[in-house]
C-alpha cells in the first residue's frame, strides 16, 4: 500500500505523489499489500533525486523518506523484489554483463 508521504531534508522537498515508484516489496498475500505491516518503496523524483519510503502499520513507527544516492538506489533496487520499472529505465544505463 503506498503512502503519502511529504518531508523536506537538507532543504530538498520529498514528495511520494510527484516521484515515480521504481521497485518496492509491495506484493497482495490475499488479505492485504503490506510486509508484517510494513512496505518499502524506491522512488525517483522529476528531477532523478532517489528516495526511498518506508511506511508502517505498527503504533509507535513513523512512515519516513530517506533520500539516496544513485549507488544506494541501486542496491536497494536490486535487493528489492517488486519491479516498476527495468534497471535500465530506472537508472538510465544498462546493467553490467556478467
Same mark, same amino acid.
Do not use: C, D, M
Given at each position: 500500500m503506498r503512502t503519502k508521504i511529504k518531508q523536506v531534508i537538507g532543504g530538498i522537498q520529498y514528495d511520494?505523489?510527484?516521484a515515480e515508484v521504481i521497485a518496492s516489496n509491495e506484493y497482495w498475500d490475499g488479505h492485504n499489500?503490506?510486509?508484517r505491516g510494513r512496505n518499502?518503496?524506491?522512488y525517483r523524483s522529476? %528531477? /532523478?533525486?532517489?528516495?526511498?519510503a518506508f511506511?508502517?502499520?505498527?503504533?509507535?513507527e513513523r512512515d519516513y523518506?530517506?533520500?539516496?544516492?544513485?549507488e544506494e538506489? %541501486? /542496491?536497494l533496487y536490486e535487493s528489492l523484489p517488486e519491479h516498476e520499472v527495468s534497471y535500465q529505465e530506472a537508472f538510465?544505463?544498462?546493467p553490467e554483463e556478467a
Open positions: 511520494t505523489e510527484k499489500w503490506e510486509r518499502i518503496h524506491l522529476p %528531477k /532523478n533525486r532517489y528516495f526511498e511506511s508502517s502499520q505498527w503504533a509507535g523518506v530517506k533520500p539516496l544516492s544513485k538506489a %541501486k /542496491n538510465g544505463e544498462a
